[in-house]
């Protein structure tokens, strides 16, 4: 439990209809006192409210009416933080939230840093840290299908299986400690299996959940996608299309789109991020040859590409480079403005990857102009970024990149520990192989963690969080 008593508005900046400023910690009733006076006959001081109650009445300082406001009284333990908390709701818009926020400050609380009103429901026990992470995921979301695993991950799922991994590794480590301690005994035959099935299963395991980061990764971040090809081959209009609404300018004049314009769309729930760029080509100026630059730059940086090209004319030269140019970027090409007759013929050498794998690219013919193939392309970029169907219990589990490093090294660990067993080596050693891969598991659920830790997840949160 911590003594001093932190404060900070909970609601983004701006004006709004309200406006809500949170207090947690021991002194939250007594700060509010101050700062808070009743109105009407209903309404009583917040240290004398019972808990779970709202309360009406102004925030004063210095004896000038500040707001009048809506007062939550929540008494510990049954609140966000575990601690005693106050939420005041207040007019919306940034002065009124600010004064309130100050008179609360000048009563003896202290402004909270980022994620601390996490920090502490984690530090208290509320939640343990896979769960902590999941409200920043939570807020961030950018799809449904991204808010989903998040609220899985909120309610204990990933957690749980953690937590079952962890106990297995523990109890396969006390069989061992146990035989360390008595060195007369050897491990029976079949203690032996017993515990080197054990340790598979839970590698086994680990195989599963560390297959799932690819699908966390997306859903945390995104992925990006450049839409790249020569100047009127439709790129702005592609982007357009994919949004849902005219971001882009989109004219018959080449080389209209000069710098790269980012935007993020939900493709059957996945947040991707397209990034339209100017027109590949000799640059004619300046400006044009800068655009092309951060063109390249973007494709390099982008996890697939939309390669797009005019169906409405043969071959070009240049269309035959670029294609052989990115050859090994995972890709789909994109033939456009099929409304109009279709000249367009792709050599089939052009439509394999060059490894030996030979692997071939997914051609989509659409219409920008129509819309037509719009939606067979959404399929093709879900197809391509999403290995197989999403299951439900994956979902649960996708995991962040903090857990897959966790995972990878616990996986290490415990792959020695088995290794060393099997191979009749020193009890310790097999000891502490699998002591080092039960605290790995521990710091996904924050079992295990150090300061340095805490402060990387919970400075990446919003203040008021
Ligand atoms: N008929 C037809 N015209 C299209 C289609 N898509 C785009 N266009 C037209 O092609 C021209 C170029 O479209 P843009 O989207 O600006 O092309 P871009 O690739 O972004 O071009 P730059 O920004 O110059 O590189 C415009 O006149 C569009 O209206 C389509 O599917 N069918
Ligand atoms: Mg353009």
Known sequence: MFDDTIAAIATPLGEGGLAVIRLSGAGAFAVADKSFQPIGKSSVKPSAAPTHTIQFGKIVRDENVIDEVLLAVLRAPRTFT?????????????????????????????????????????????????????????????TELALAAANEQLAGKLSQRINKLRDDLMLTLAHVEAHIDFPDEDISPDTKDQLLQRLENGIAFMDELLRTAN??????????????????AGKSS????????DRAIVSHIAGTTRDTIEETANIRGLPVIFIDTAGLREA??????????RSRQS????????????????????????????????????????????????????LVTRHASRVTFPVIDVSCVSGQGVEALKDAIKALVWAGEIKAEMLQVAINSRHQDALNRARATARMATAALRADATLELVA??????????????????TEDLLDSIFSAFCIGK
Not at 215 to 232: C, D, F, K, M, S
Not at 305 to 313: C, G, M, Q, Y
């Open 215 to 232: 699908e966390g990764q997306i859903l945390r971040r995104g992925i990006r996608a450049a839409i790249v090809g020569r100047p009127n």
């Open 82 to 142: 575990r601690e005693d908390t106050v939420e005041i709701s207040c007019h919306g818009g940034l002065l009124p939230a600010k004064l309130v926020l100050d008179a609360i400050l000048a009563n003896g609380a202290r402004l909270a840093e980022p994620g601390e009103f996490t920090k502490r429901a984690f530090l208290n026990g509320r939640i343990d840290l896979a769960q902590a992470e999941a409200v920043a995921d939570v807020i961030h979301s950018r």
């Open 284 to 293: 004619r100026d300046e400006i044009e040859l800068e655009g092309i630059r």
């Open 299 to 350: 494709l390099a940086a982008a996890e697939f590409i939309l390669h797009v090209l005019d169906a409405s004319e043969p071959l070009t030269a240049a269309d035959e480079i670029y294609l052989n140019e990115f050859a090994d970027k995972k890709r789909i090409l994109v033939r456009n403005k099929t409304d109009l007759p279709v000249k367009l013929e792709l050599p089939p050498d052009l």
């Open 432 to 449: 502490m192989d699998l002591r080092i891969a039960a605290n790995a598991v521990g710091e996904i659920v924050g079992k295990t963690t």
């Open 238 to 245: 592609l982007l357009n299309q994919l949004l849902g609404h």
